[in-house]
């Protein structure tokens, strides 16, 4: 399995405009998770999704953030507006029970 | 809610042992794991303990369990420069969510 994959691996863009992060969970898994990587906040949970739907959203930041998950082979995470504090390394991850296998994550930046 | 707790730094000289400790509020957590993230990488499951066990040696890593004081440890056997990186600790609940804790950032110097 080519484990999870995150497009694209990096994201320059400028203030205001729209971000889209992509996912794909390896196959077979039921759960999948965002989450999102800073020196100061460390390592949060955005969202994560069990069959497809969205279970806990409360670490979402904002309404600028929104993320879907159309079927169980991918899911997205928009940001719309982006603003420079956004500016981070977001992963994903999918796991089957209990292992959890994370994507090689995007490093946004918002400049 | 749950909480993951680790100290945030642990300077090892190579060779020696490493101990990265972790503690944990959730007594029903099912399994308890460790992972690993390299510079720019993301984060690779490295061992997990499930509740029940107290104890799992796989090659240089030994993970202790003391679900009393809700206690886990992973020992580094043999530390080498090729294990600096930031281990986290996570507990997940059986089908919930995974928590992580912060992260304890392990400098090996030669």
């Known amino acids: 399995d080519a484990g999870v994959i995150q497009s694209p691996r990096h994201e320059v863009t400028e203030m205001g405009q729209e971000v889209t992060l992509r996912c794909k969970p390896i196959?077979?898994?039921?759960?999948l998770f965002w989450y999102r990587q800073t020196m100061m906040r460390g390592l949060e949970l955005l969202i994560y999704?069990?069959?497809?739907?969205?279970?806990?959203d409360s670490g979402m930041p904002e309404d600028r953030f929104s993320a879907k998950m159309p079927n169980a082979s991918f899911s997205t995470l928009k940001i719309q507006p982006s603003e420079p504090r956004d500016s981070a390394v977001y992963f994903c991850?999918?796991?089957?029970?209990?292992?959890?296998?994370f994507g090689p994550g995007t490093r946004l930046t918002v400049l | 809610g749950e909480d993951v707790e680790q100290s945030l730094f642990l300077s090892v000289r190579e060779g020696d042992s490493s101990v990265i400790n972790c503690t944990y509020t959730?007594?029903?957590?099912?399994?308890l794991y460790w992972y690993k993230q390299e510079p720019g990488a993301g984060l690779q499951l490295l061992t997990y303990?499930?509740?029940?066990?107290d104890m799992k040696q796989d090659q240089r890593l030994t993970v202790l369990l003391n679900k009393k004081d809700k206690h886990l440890s992973l020992r580094i056997a043999d530390t080498q420069t090729g294990d600096s990186a930031i281990y986290f600790c996570?507990?997940?609940?059986?089908?919930?969510?995974?928590?992580f804790g912060p992260g304890t950032r392990l400098s090996v110097l030669p």
């Open positions: 991850a999918s796991s089957l029970f209990r292992e959890q296998f």
């Open positions: 196959s077979g898994h039921n759960s």
């Open positions: 999704f069990n069959n497809n739907v969205p279970i806990d």
């Open positions: 959730d007594s029903s957590s099912t399994y």
């Open positions: 303990i499930f509740s029940n066990m």
């Open positions: 996570a507990e997940n609940n059986y089908g919930q969510n995974f928590v």
